[in-house]
């Protein structure tokens, strides 16, 4: 049988990894955890507390928002974050051990306080570049470290040109092949404007293939639908929307021609949910055809339908919960398998949740290997 890959796992960052990879001469842009008055760890950029470093279970969303409770009422942590945290959670090798116990053989691995920080420090680009930098640079060693077993994603922006052809680089020569980047707009512009097509290119060029994952990115909902108290860790709207950046962003790419000119450029879409699939390639080709008539001209140019280049050129990580082996059925083979380990949303035991909903390794080539595999390809 052929190997099991997670298409979702997540690293979390030691106390230190960004000022020890950072360029020497942004040190002091260096994100840290720094543990406060009462010894809960915060996510910190310089004075600024950018979120609670909680140790997460899976399953167990709940002790995660007592812990925040706790913290509001001024009372100390339930636990001490050093002593909690595993080793698998965060240093490659003991990942790597851990898979044998999941039933797994390798895992795409996300990272996991990176996820909290791309907007915030978006307001200083040469921070945001610089910290995305140290994580990439610790992505080298993973790889080293993993034997070909773990796949670190990098962390990326459009916003620097420059910078991102670098880094594709050297993600090239340490082997790395995923690269997060936000399903937003880039400084106003839409990720289709003519200006990126030669950065499509170097991510084919390179073998690294762009991946939208769940984070607190660049938004593109308004503001002012953002209700939620300063410390709330998810917005309620994210959460009930998780699909639509990527729904946006991947339609503009399509509608505009972007994967029509880039025809081995591959986008995977992770933790972003999956059951609006379906649905979705539906409105994209029926609103294709509506405006094309409509307006009297397409948008752009395309030698298929707008579902083709995403059936042929987009994956999508879709949990057990979401039944991929139905989906599948509605709109092809598009789906990988996947964990969130270690959050708390996520599973331990994903390859048994999965034969639960009626998808068996052995019968799904596609859901647990060929198509996160098609991601990695270099």
Not at 288 to 299: A, E, H, V
């Amino acid at each position: 049988m052929t190997a099991i890959i997670d298409s979702d796992q997540h690293l979390y960052e030691y106390r230190t990894l960004w000022a020890d990879h950072i360029d020497p001469s942004r040190r002091t842009e260096a994100l840290s955890i720094v543990d406060d008055e009462l010894g809960y760890p915060w996510l910190t950029w310089g004075d600024n507390r950018l979120d609670v470093a909680d140790v997460q279970i899976p399953g167990d969303t709940a002790s995660l928002g007592e812990h925040r409770q706790r913290r509001r009422r001024h009372l100390p942590p339930m636990y001490q974050y050093d002593e909690t945290l595993p080793d698998h959670y965060w240093e490659p090798s003991a990942r790597v051990a851990h898979l044998a116990t999941m039933g797994l053989d390798e895992a795409v691995l996300f990272p996991n306080f990176g996820l909290l920080w791309e907007r915030r420090l978006g307001t200083s680009l040469p921070a945001l570049t610089a910290n995305m930098s140290a994580w990439n640079r610790w992505c080298a060693s993973v790889v080293s470290d993993g034997g070909g077993r773990l796949h670190p994603v990098a962390h990326l922006t459009l916003r620097d040109p420059s910078w991102l052809t670098g880094q594709l680089q050297q993600l090239e020569a340490a082997g790395v092949h995923l690269g997060m980047i936000a399903p937003a707009a880039v400084d106003g512009r839409p990720l289709s404007h003519p200006d990126h097509d030669p950065l499509w290119a170097a991510f084919v060029e390179h073998g690294v293939t762009p991946v939208f994952h769940v984070a607190d990115q660049p938004r593109i909902i308004d503001e002012a639908f953002y209700t939620d108290p300063d410390d709330s860790f998810v917005p309620v709207l994210e959460s009930v929307f998780i699909w639509t950046p990527p729904a946006v962003a991947i339609t503009d790419l399509i509608v505009n021609g972007t994967l029509a000119r880039h025809p081995d450029l591959r986008v995977g879409i992770v933790e972003l949910s999956s059951i609006w699939v379906p649905m979705y390639l539906l409105m994209l080709d029926g609103g294709w055809d509506f405006t094309s008539r409509l307006n009297g001209q397409p948008l752009a140019a395309l030698d298929e339908r707008p579902s083709a280049y995403f059936r042929r050129q987009v994956r999508v990580s879709s949990f057990s919960y979401e039944q991929p082996g139905r989906l599948a059925a509605k709109s092809d083979d598009l789906y990988m398998c996947c964990s969130d380990f270690p959050h708390s949303e996520g599973t331990a035991t994903p390859v048994g949740d999965y034969e639960r909903s009626g998808c068996i390794p052995a019968n799904e080539a596609g859901l647990f290997h060929d198509n996160v595999s098609s991601l990695l390809a270099s």
